[in-house]
Structures are given as structure tokens and as C-alpha cells.
């Protein structure tokens, strides 16, 4: 009791240090109360101090018009919102129930998805087509992974071990997130989960005012979570808050500077990102999201989930790309496709085809643009407060990176030249 007497004690002096500090930046910067906590329960307190943090920062965010920095990372409960974002209201309601089905059939059934939004349409329609621009490109680096013959890894599993590393508990997935926080200088900016209900193998959302990032524990292995880290936090996220500084941070303003869609060149430079690091960065995922994309517009579900087993042999994983390419359809028997997932590989080679002409420092801090946007937004760019992530900032080892990835692919300037003149 002694014990829990002078820990009590401890936490409660703590607490009150942080409401002095709070009090003394409030009268700093000329506003006219302050904050007192006296309770008795130590719980009380505790509830009552984190209350108050997140009012001063709160304060402090939305005056300043910059996120401020805390000391750890944030936990604020799901969000309530009464439309979710497109990825969460494409999620099949009755998902699990037409999985076990599908399989049960022996991968012969065709799944009827049901969605919680009825009307999905309007959405859709914009990702009804799908694109064989850069086909070829995806013959060359899917031989990699075809376990029906003689290729480097034999199957995409076996590059998943080889090249990925062991799946990290979650102590260790939470300490890496915490390690890179700190090395792009934006600790208590973002809120975390992990998850096992993903599709994807993370996804950054704004929920309730705050930067969200939900990552895949499945995916989260020992050598790539970092690249993945930089795919949402040190591109998505830092060109997100540097997008919020700039003169066309609105729909309106993009729209009438009549700014090209951000898409390909946000999701190709963020894709980039996540293989920067690695010693063999292949380009497998893209590649293979883009060629079952092309191949679900003209197959069912079940053809198309015996039609990519060339390249890869586990059941659970064909489920999760064919899910994917899938993703809207409530007949899956129909020929069909969500070609969102096609914008990944789209992007990576626009920039590459481009990368010794592009200022990649500049294209961060100008936010959510197109690379070819950004000579004419270079004079209207607030660039004083802007930030880069850490990995940008030698300009010559970014470009070697962004070779040997070219080099890694079997891909060559001549052939995207060619295709993107």
C-alpha cells in the first residue's frame, strides 16, 4: 500500500508539471485562463490532465495552422464518421462468409458480395477500366515469382521469406513505428493500429481531425516495415502536411489552377519509397496488383484466382490480390475490375521515366501534386515550413537508389522513353 501511496504521488506530481507547463505557454501566448487539477482519485487525475493536454494541443494546432508535436503516440477511439473512406465502405460486409464458402468449394464458387453502402456506383464507374500500357513492363518483372518454372525466387512466397524476413510480433511492429517517428521529427502526430482486417498492407486516413495509420500485422515483416513506413508516414503523410501550407490546399483553389490529378505521381513516389531500402527492390507487388487488375476485367472471380496461381501458390494470398481487383462487385461470376490498384505501377514509372529531370526535395514540399505541375507552382509554393523525410536529403544516393530499382526490374530508360515520350 506504502508503495502504491508514493507511485500515486509520483504520477500525480508529473501530471500537475505538465498542467504548469500548459498554464505558462497559454499565458505566453495571451490567453486569459488557465488550468487547475486537485482531485483526490489518482484516475481522476490522469483523466483530467490528458484531457486538458488535448485541448492545448488542440489549441496550439489549429492556431499555429501546423500539427505540434507531443511526446508519444495519441490513442483517440474509432471514428463514428457516417460515411467511411472508399477502401472501408468497399469491404465486403458478409466477406468472411462468402471466404469460407470459396473455399470450401475447393476455389470453384463465385462470391456475392454485399456492402453496408448501397450506392456504390458513382464511385465505381470511374475505376471500371482497366489499362495494358505497361504490360510488357510487367512480364519482365513477374518471371521473378513464377513457381511454374524456373525463376530466381520460384514463388512469391519463397521472396516473402527470403527477401522480407520474419513477421514481427507487436512489441517489436510498435517500436519500429516509434523509431521512425522520431527520425522524421513527427512523434505524437499520428495515431497507430495494427490490425488483421486489412486488404491492403497499411492505410493512412484522417479520422476525427487526426492523421490515422492502420497497418497489416500480417505484412508487417522484420526487413520491409520500414519501407512501408516511409510509404505512409514519410510520403503520405509529411506531403500531406506540406500540401496544407500551400495556396491550392482546397479542391477549389486545385481546381481552378487546373492542377492534373496527384494520384500516380503520390502513389508511384510512395511505392518507390517502400522498396528504397531493400537490396533486391523488386517491384513484384506493383506489378502483379496491375496485371490481376488487367486480367479481373475480362474473368470471374474463381477463373481469375486459378489464372494468377502461375505466380503465386498460397490460396490465402490469390484470395487477397483477387479480393482486391475485385473489389465493388456484388456478382463476382461477371467479368470486372477495380482498377484503382493499377495507379501503383502507373506511378512508379512516370517518375522513374522522369527522375533525372524531377526535383524530388521540391515535389514533397510542394504537397499533393503532379511532378508535372511543379515549375508552374514553383513561384506560388510556401516553402519555408515545409518538411522532407529523412531519406531525401542526400539528393545523389536518393538518385542511385532510384536506378538501381530501374536496374533491379530488368527495365531500361530506352523502353520508357519509348512508352512515355
Given at each position: 500500500?506504502?508503495?502504491?501511496?508514493?507511485?500515486?504521488?509520483?504520477?500525480?506530481?508529473?501530471?500537475?508539471?505538465?498542467?504548469?507547463?500548459?498554464?505558462?505557454?497559454?499565458?505566453?501566448?495571451?490567453?486569459?485562463?488557465?488550468f487547475h487539477i486537485f482531485p483526490l482519485d489518482i484516475s481522476v487525475a490522469s483523466s483530467a490532465a490528458f484531457a486538458v493536454i488535448n485541448v492545448y494541443f488542440l489549441f496550439f494546432r489549429s492556431r499555429a495552422g501546423v500539427i505540434r508535436p507531443a511526446t508519444s503516440l495519441p490513442h483517440i477511439p474509432k471514428a463514428s464518421s457516417a460515411r467511411p473512406c472508399l477502401l472501408v465502405a468497399l469491404r465486403p460486409t458478409n466477406l468472411q462468409q462468402e471466404r469460407e464458402r470459396f473455399f470450401q468449394s475447393e476455389f470453384t464458387?463465385?462470391?456475392?458480395?454485399?456492402?453496408?453502402?448501397?450506392?456504390?456506383?458513382?464511385?465505381l464507374d470511374k475505376y471500371r477500366e482497366?489499362?495494358?500500357?505497361?504490360?510488357?513492363?510487367?512480364?519482365?518483372?513477374?518471371?521473378?515469382?513464377?513457381?511454374?518454372?524456373?525463376?530466381?525466387?520460384?514463388?512469391?512466397?519463397?521472396?516473402?521469406?527470403?527477401?522480407?524476413?520474419?513477421?514481427?510480433?507487436?512489441?517489436?511492429?510498435?517500436?519500429?513505428?516509434?523509431?521512425?517517428?522520431?527520425?522524421?521529427?513527427?512523434?505524437?502526430?499520428?495515431?497507430?493500429r495494427l490490425s488483421d482486417e486489412l486488404l491492403s498492407q497499411a492505410v493512412m486516413v484522417v479520422e476525427n481531425c487526426r492523421p490515422t495509420l492502420t497497418i497489416n500485422l500480417s505484412g508487417a515483416r522484420q526487413h520491409w516495415l520500414?519501407?512501408?513506413?516511409?510509404?505512409?508516414?514519410?510520403?503520405?503523410?509529411?506531403?500531406?502536411?506540406?500540401?496544407?501550407l500551400q495556396p491550392w490546399a482546397s479542391s477549389e483553389r486545385r481546381k481552378a489552377l487546373g492542377l492534373k490529378g496527384a494520384n500516380p505521381t503520390e502513389?508511384?513516389?510512395?511505392?518507390?519509397h517502400s522498396v528504397l531500402l531493400r537490396k533486391q527492390p523488386h517491384l513484384w507487388r506493383a506489378a502483379l496488383l496491375y496485371y490481376t487488375v488487367h486480367h479481373a476485367a475480362a474473368m470471374s472471380f474463381s477463373q481469375l484466382f486459378h489464372h494468377i496461381r502461375r505466380f503465386v501458390h498460397s490460396p490465402d494470398v490469390r484470395w487477397e490480390y483477387c479480393l482486391r481487383a475485385k473489389r465493388?462487385?456484388?456478382?463476382?461470376?461477371?467479368?470486372?475490375?477495380?482498377?484503382?490498384?493499377?495507379?501503383?505501377?502507373?506511378?512508379?514509372?512516370?517518375?522513374?521515366?522522369?527522375?533525372?529531370?524531377?526535383?524530388?526535395?521540391?515535389?514533397?514540399?510542394l504537397g499533393k501534386v503532379s511532378f508535372e505541375d511543379m515549375e508552374r507552382l514553383r513561384p506560388l509554393a510556401t516553402l519555408s515550413r515545409t518538411r522532407i523525410p529523412h531519406f531525401m536529403m542526400d539528393t545523389d544516393r536518393y538518385q542511385a537508389q532510384l536506378n538501381h530499382i530501374l536496374a533491379s526490374n530488368e527495365?531500361?530508360?530506352?523502353?520508357?522513353?519509348?512508352?512515355?515520350?
Open positions: 500500500q506504502i508503495g502504491q501511496i508514493k507511485s500515486s504521488m509520483v504520477l500525480k506530481q508529473n501530471l500537475n508539471l505538465k498542467i504548469f507547463y500548459i498554464n505558462y505557454k497559454l499565458q505566453r501566448h495571451n490567453f486569459n485562463f488557465s464458387y463465385e462470391p456475392q458480395f454485399e456492402y453496408e453502402e448501397a450506392e456504390l456506383s458513382t464511385v482497366a489499362s495494358d500500357l505497361f504490360l510488357q513492363q510487367v512480364t519482365e518483372i513477374l518471371p521473378y515469382f513464377n513457381f511454374m518454372r524456373p525463376g530466381k525466387y520460384g514463388s512469391y512466397e519463397n521472396f516473402e521469406e527470403v527477401t522480407g524476413g520474419n513477421v514481427l510480433p507487436k512489441s517489436q511492429v510498435w517500436a519500429a513505428v516509434r523509431k521512425y517517428l522520431q527520425k522524421e521529427g513527427c512523434v505524437g502526430e499520428v495515431v497507430v520500414e519501407g512501408m513506413l516511409r510509404h505512409e508516414i514519410g510520403t503520405h503523410y509529411l506531403r500531406g502536411v506540406n500540401n496544407s502513389e508511384g513516389l510512395a511505392s518507390l465493388g462487385q456484388t456478382d463476382t461470376s461477371r467479368p470486372g475490375c477495380f482498377s484503382k490498384d493499377q495507379v501503383y505501377l502507373d506511378g512508379i514509372l512516370r517518375i522513374l521515366r522522369h527522375r533525372r529531370a524531377i526535383d524530388f526535395q521540391l515535389l514533397t514540399a527495365l531500361s530508360d530506352a523502353e520508357l522513353q519509348r512508352l512515355l515520350p
